[in-house]
């Protein structure tokens, strides 16, 4: 079976730092794009960042030049999140769009979340 595991999140204080890791287990053979999304209490969940597997990266204009996501490998991605703000404040996913696995093609898995409390 596959799944993403996020892991990382925590309460830190405004201006601190976070990673979060996401890892996809199960016999995966590729996955192209890996992605960070967030919701808070209230809202749409929205786009954090992307990267594929070839490194090309896009984020949401409220995270650049703050948060940073990067992979080491086709099953692992991380969002190191730094200079964090109260409004940063929301449940972490990592989303996997196409997912090549050896029982065949499995299309927009999600991890179960990760708490990212920013406050004082």
């Known amino acids: 079976q596959v799944q993403l595991v996020e892991s990382g999140g925590g309460l830190v204080q405004p201006g601190g730092s976070l990673r979060l890791s996401c890892a996809a287990s199960?016999?995966?053979?590729?996955?192209?794009?890996m992605g960070w999304y967030r919701q808070a209490p209230g809202k749409q969940r929205e786009l954090v960042a992307t990267?594929?597997?070839?490194?090309?990266t896009n984020y949401a204009d409220s995270v650049k030049g703050r948060f940073t996501i990067s992979r080491d490998n086709a099953k692992r991605v991380y969002l190191q999140m730094n200079s964090l703000k109260p409004e940063d404040t929301a449940v972490y996913y990592c989303?996997?769009?196409?997912?090549?696995?050896?029982?065949?093609?499995?299309?927009?898995?999600w991890g179960q979340g990760t708490q990212v409390t920013v406050s004082s």
């Open positions: 990267i594929t597997d070839s490194g090309s």
């Open positions: 989303n996997a769009p196409i997912i090549r696995a050896t029982k065949g093609v499995i299309f927009d898995s």
């Open positions: 199960g016999s995966i053979f590729s996955i192209y794009t």
